[in-house]
Structures are given as C-alpha cells and as structure tokens.
C-alpha cells in the first residue's frame, strides 16, 4: 500500500501562485509513475502533470505547460507541483497519485494510477 497526502491548496488571486505537495509513505518500491489530476465540479478528472521517476522525465497538460512545473524531493519522498500565472479554470481539487506501471505513457489516464490522495482544494478567482 502507498499512503499519499497533499497539501498546499488554498483560494488565491488570478495570476497567483502555490505550490501542491504531495507525500508519499508505505510501500513506495515501485512506483515508477506519479501524477496530478484535476476535478472541478461538473466535470470529469484530468491529468495535470506527471513524472517517470526513473529517468524524471515530466509530462504536462497543454492547458498548463509553461505555468505549472514539477519537482521532486527524494529523501522527502515527496512530489511538488508549482502553479504560476493560475487562472481561474485552474479552480479545483488536485489528487496526487501513484502508479506501479512500468512506464509513464499514459499518464494522464487515470486507470494508470493505483493509489490516490485525498485532494487539496484549489480556488482562483478573477
């Protein structure tokens, strides 16, 4: 079992920032892909970004590439997402999740992901 928990969400101005964490425990040998999604009410869960850990390559959705990077403190065994010049389409709850797929090609499929956070609420108003 891989435990993740997130962090960092709150209600900023457009053109804010945060940044997402996201800690991962338990059974993480393995897990080789980590992802963010997305949910706004109404509307089904989209893949944000995400990392293959063995080489740390990334993957970003269209709508945030340029905006949101990510980043990784190994030792915390922890994933940061940093969210600049947010919008207020950014509104909603991010999950972190895990996958134990041997690669990160479908990434932003939420079938990928075995274990998922509990979410943290992102507000951003014009």
């Known amino acids: 079992q891989v435990q993740l928990v997130e962090s960092g969400g709150g209600s900023v101005q457009s053109g804010g920032s945060l940044r997402l964490s996201c800690a991962a425990s338990?059974?993480?040998?393995?897990?080789?892909?980590m992802g963010w999604f997305r949910q706004a009410p109404g509307k089904e869960r989209e893949g944000v970004a995400a990392?293959?850990?063995?080489?740390?390559?990334?993957y970003y959705a269209d709508s945030v590439k340029g905006r949101f990077t990510l980043s990784r403190d190994n030792a915390k065994n922890t994933l940061y997402l940093q969210m600049n010049s947010l919008k207020p389409d950014d509104t909603a709850m991010y999950f972190c999740?895990?996958?134990?797929?041997?690669?990160?090609?479908?990434?932003?499929?939420?079938?990928?992901?075995?274990?998922w956070g509990q979410g943290t609420q992102v507000t951003v108003s014009s």
């Open positions: 999740a895990s996958s134990r797929a041997a690669y990160c090609g479908t990434w932003d499929a939420a079938w990928t992901y075995n274990y």
């Open positions: 338990g059974d993480i040998y393995g897990t080789y892909c």
């Open positions: 990392i293959y850990t063995i080489v740390g390559s990334t």
